[in-house]
T-cell receptor, first 116, second 114 residues
Framework: AQKVTQAQTEISVVEKEDVTLDCVYE???????LFWYKQPPSGELVFLIR??????QNEISGRYSWNFQKSTSSFNFTITASQVVDSAVYFC?????????????FGQGTTLQVKP | DAEITQSPRHKITETGRQVTLACHQT?????MFWYRQDLGHGLRLIHY???????NKGEVSDGYSVSRSNTEDLPLTLESAASSQTSVYFC?????????????FGPGTRLTVT
């Protein structure tokens, strides 16, 4: 069975601090995809990144970076120099490539609060 | 611009009533999904469809049904609303059932069952 665990329920930081959101996944598929979504206080879900299981290169996009490690089944998300606008709920999600269903399995979400 | 819309955005209903939540997308995507969001559970899949006249049960399908008569719409029906179905409901669509395609989400419907 596939599973995504985000052990951090809530994180609170002060603006300009770096913060890492953890994501651990379980799957038996050899081909799979991992995603991060952001849900700001307005409630919509915003796609941030997709990573496939064959690409372990870290990715950086501005202040955001992602560390994918198959050896530890983790796909962690780091925000550098956090800003108040980063306050949101962040979801990690998984979909299996071999089953080809396109269904997303979500983690429980991590609520990030960035204080000024 | 293509989009995915949901209506109503907020709904209050009584236990036992039938409720239908609408989802409409203009992406021309074959795949559509319904999720519910509850604190501590993230988003959980209710039903999904890969095309017209195709529907499938998700993780938490009991008490819900869907029908797909065209590409654009996937309405979600609560046959007899229960307080346990108080939640925020999200509709999503994607281009392909292959795993690598992100899903585009609607703005959500907040449903309260009293």
């Amino acid at each position: 069975a596939q599973k995504v665990t985000q052990a951090q329920t809530e994180i609170s930081v002060v603006e300009k601090e770096d913060v890492t959101l953890d994501c651990v996944y379980e799957t038996r598929d050899t081909t799979y995809y991992l995603f991060w979504y952001k849900q700001p206080p307005s409630g919509e879900l915003v796609f941030l990144i997709r990573r496939n299981s064959f690409d372990e290169q870290n990715e950086i996009s501005g202040r955001y970076s992602w560390n994918f490690q198959k050896s530890t089944s983790s796909f962690n998300f780091t925000i550098t120099a956090s800003q108040v606008v980063d306050s949101a709920v962040y979801f990690c999600a998984l979909t299996g490539g071999s089953s080809n269903t396109g269904k997303l399995i979500f983690g429980q979400g991590t609520t990030l609060q960035v204080k000024p | 611009d293509a989009e995915i819309t949901q209506s109503p955005r907020h709904k209050i209903t009584e236990t036992g009533r039938q409720v239908t939540l609408a989802c409409h997308q203009t992406w021309n995507h074959n795949n559509m999904f319904w999720y519910r969001q509850d604190l501590g559970h993230g988003l959980r899949l209710i039903h999904y469809s890969y095309g017209v006249h195709d529907t499938n049960k998700g993780e938490v399908s009991d008490g819900y049904s869907v029908s797909r008569s065209n590409t654009e719409d996937l309405p979600l029906t609560l046959e007899s609303a229960a307080s346990s179905q108080t939640s925020v409901y999200f509709c999503a669509s994607s281009e392909s059932r292959a795993g690598g395609y992100e899903q585009y989400f609607g703005p959500g419907t907040r449903l309260t069952v009293t």
